[in-house]
């Protein structure tokens, strides 16, 4: 329903989540320098193909940066917190609806509304057997680690809905290289629009 809906917005032709591997790589060559010696040796010992380890992985890539403004609150986002807002990970089922109430509790503090995010479950992240896009109290479970990123990102279009303030960076970075497409919406931030055109750049030389 959710891919129906998006389709019909006609943003992009493109089934661009099929790309997601090249789209990683080509983030990793541009901020390669801003991978810690931790996540060096992660993606070292760790399947390569594992979608939650590169989805937790760019938010360290491309840090946020600035102070973040909500309603009369202003803050400074964390990696850990941008990385919560884009996709979270429980050992049992059991714990989801605890995940919701504080994600509720935390926007409710700032007068917003819960944006769509991620959750995983399983004991470790290469041991992974559920996946859902949460939505307020709404869960769609879907197959694969990729789909979840998939129908997470559409469910912003299909709803109107504004990307986390905390992750919004990384979502405008994954609408314009990776979906391929922008709107006279696009909130212009200053440290990731170089990233973008040099994405654009590699690719392009890349496909010639």
């Known amino acids: 329903m959710i891919d ?8 992009t032709s493109e ?45 360290h890539l491309i840090p946020p940066k600035g ?11 964390s990696i850990s917190e941008c990385k919560n807002s884009i996709i979270l990970h429980v050992k049992i ?18 007068g917003l509304t ?19 896009v949460c939505l307020d109290k709404a869960l769609y479970q879907v197959s694969t680690v990729l789909e979840a990123v998939d129908i997470c990102f559409k469910v912003f279009y ?6 986390p303030p905390e992750s919004e960076h990384i979502w405008y970075t994954i609408q314009n290289c990776l979906y391929k497409f922008s709107t006279k919406y696009d909130k ?4 990731v629009m170089p990233i973008i055109n040099t994405f654009k750049t590699l690719r392009s030389t890349k496909d010639m």
Not at 102 to 110: M, V
Not at 188 to 191: K, L, P, R, W
């Open 15 to 59: 089934d661009c989540i099929t790309d997601w591997f090249n789209f990683f790589s080509t983030i990793q060559e541009i901020k390669e320098d801003q991978i810690v010696c931790e996540l060096r040796s992660l993606l070292e010992t760790d399947d390569l193909t594992n979608v939650v380890i590169q989805v937790l992985l760019l938010p």
């Open 93 to 110: 089922h059991g714990y989801i609806s605890h995940i919701q109430e504080e994600k509720i509790k935390r926007a409710q503090k700032f």
């Open 158 to 163: 299909v709803f109107d809905l504004h990307y």
């Open 114 to 132: 819960v944006q769509p995010y991620i959750i995983v479950i399983g004991p470790t992240f290469t041991e992974l057997h559920a996946f859902y």
């Open 67 to 77: 102070r973040i403004r909500i309603k009369k609150e202003h803050f400074k986002s």
């Open 188 to 191: 212009q931030i200053s440290y």
């Open 4 to 11: 129906e809906d998006f389709k019909f917005l006609k943003l």
